[in-house]
């Protein structure tokens, strides 16, 4: 099977700061790759120039074929692209959003108007059609701004950040809606700096920093690499927290990280929480918190890079 | 929905033509014309500037002006302001485009097969309503203050299209500076100082022959006293050949510098 999307080396700088430092870049036709990194990494940056928006310093890409930069009239006839920014006019009804992308990409007034009442039922905004996008919540936005990207039912669809500042019931809408392209066999790059999302959506993972790619691999190959879940102890009582420790590297053989009264450390055995429990109980020791949950995006880039990331992020992966 | 292969290389055109180009245009112009129908207070600018200019040029003004020839200065003034006006109308787009162009929808139309220039030429022929409901504004107050048409409807029309014609080409310094220009309320500074001197270094208040040599000079050949000339020769009956002829070499003038400046412009603006 042929690749949609092929990048070499790509390079983009901005003055002294290189955004991207040398990215390649391969995602299989009806794959969905997702691009996993803090802010910074260069997601952003390799997202805009695969969509034609900007060009790259140095390298080359192609889409279905196209080169990016020789071709960008045929590239553009592949792609839609969601940007992290609602990329719909806020003043427009959702409706006229897209019968006016329907226009544009040549469709007749008629044609555009049935491409986008199926595309509104598709996308469950039936009712929210005649209203303007500025009275939509976050993740009517989002889809509106997914199905936007598939008038023209592009073969390959780039989504940046696709949940970004969504909660986590919006976020689920959006992957649902993920999953249905997915599969009827589009080709998804998508970038996020969710871990989870990540995970939930994509066939395999690359990770980014600082322009550069760390990792890539199937989901579960890098989780393995980072080491599964983590389980989460705290104390009730601070004075604790030193034989909580002792008895944590005991039963999991790692030693523990420590935070603020929390105790972390990775989770191989899913009974590790039982065998905590029970000695905690027997020693007498109340947990406030005892729990696994999957590795924050902080803690994958320390699993694979050694580092914490770049720039930190204000939101960790959901549990 | 979409298949697994991608298409074979030969069935994509490579290249956007002129025709689709005006399709395109077209369309992101109408993308224009709903937003102005969906808030009207976009068009208030433009219908309140006109009412006040030619109500305080000719009752705050024109006695001292016209020496006490009140309708015959009105005759003069009527469309010297609608050519103030006009051009005071267009130059609200810059600020506007500076805005649109950070945001999403604009990354959006530059990921899409459609022509470069579209949003802009878009923009710019959607402003053709602005200039519509200005120049309505006026006609209707100048008739109401006694102003009469000397000449036959065709070339009241013709007025009309080169009025418009001026706003829509001189529109693209306003596009340019936009693009250039990532603060909108800069690009709407600048476009107001720049039109200071060619609007009151004009014959729209005064006639040539009242200035002194070397304004008289300027004012010759400045593209408001032309276009106010034309227009006062096809509304108001005179001569019409010359400053027709100046008026539209000055539009043609301004549209091959701005318009690829423009161009370039946006094209950097994408990063």
Known sequence: ?319 | MSTQTLSAPAELPGRIGLAQTAQHSLALAGRGVIKFMKSPMQLVDVILTPIISLLMFIYLFGDAMSGGDTHGYLQHVTPGVMVMAVFQASIGIGASLSADASTGIFDRFRSMPIARSSPLIGAVLADIVRYVACLATLVVLALIMGYRVGTNPVASLAAVALLIGFALSFSWISVFLGMLIKNPASVQGLMTILILPLTFASNVFVSDNKMADWLQAWSDVNPVSLVADAVRGLLNGGPVAGSLAGSLAWMAGVIVVFFPLAMRAYRKNAG
Do not use: C
């Open chain 1, 1 to 319: 099977m042929g690749y949609a999307i092929r990048a070499e080396g790509l390079v983009k700088k901005y003055g002294d700061f290189t955004a991207l430092d040398g990215v390649d870049l391969e995602v299989p036709a009806g794959k969905v790759v997702g691009v996993l990194g803090p802010n910074g990494a260069g997601k952003t940056t390799t997202v805009r120039i695969l969509a034609t928006l900007m060009r790259p310093d140095a390298g080359h890409a192609s889409i279905g074929g196209y080169d990016i930069v020789k071709d960008p009239v045929r590239v553009r006839q592949l792609i839609g692209l969601t940007g992290q920014f609602a990329s719909v006019d806020e003043t427009l009804s959702g409706a006229e959003n897209l019968v006016l992308i329907g226009r544009l990409l040549g469709l007749a007034r008629r044609d555009a108007k049935a491409r986008a009442a199926e595309l509104l039922e598709n996308f469950s905004l039936t009712e929210a059609a005649r209203k303007p996008i500025a009275t939509f919540s976050g993740g009517m936005r989002r889809r509106l701004d997914l199905a936007a990207s598939l008038v023209g039912r592009p073969q390959v669809l780039f989504l940046d950040e696709p949940t970004t500042g969504l909660d986590p019931h919006a976020r689920q809408e959006v992957w649902n809606v993920v999953r249905q392209l997915v599969a009827d066999g589009s080709t998804v790059l998508l970038t996020t700096q969710y871990l989870e999302e990540a995970d939930q959506l994509a066939d395999s993972i690359t990770v980014f920093d600082k322009g550069r790619k760390v990792a890539e691999g199937r989901p579960g190959e890098l989780k393995r690499r980072v080491g599964g879940q983590i389980l989460q102890v705290r104390p009730a009582m601070a004075a604790d927290v030193p034989q909580v420790a002792q008895l944590l590297a005991e039963l999991s053989g790692h030693s523990p990280a420590q935070d603020s009264g929390v105790l972390t450390v990775p989770a191989d055995d899913p009974l590790l929480v039982a065998a905590v429990a029970r000695r905690l109980d027997g020693a007498g020791i109340t947990a406030d918190e005892l729990g696994l949950r999957l590795p924050s995006l902080d803690e994958v880039f320390l699993a694979l890079t050694g580092h914490e990331p770049a720039v930190a992020d204000e939101q960790p992966v959901a549990v």
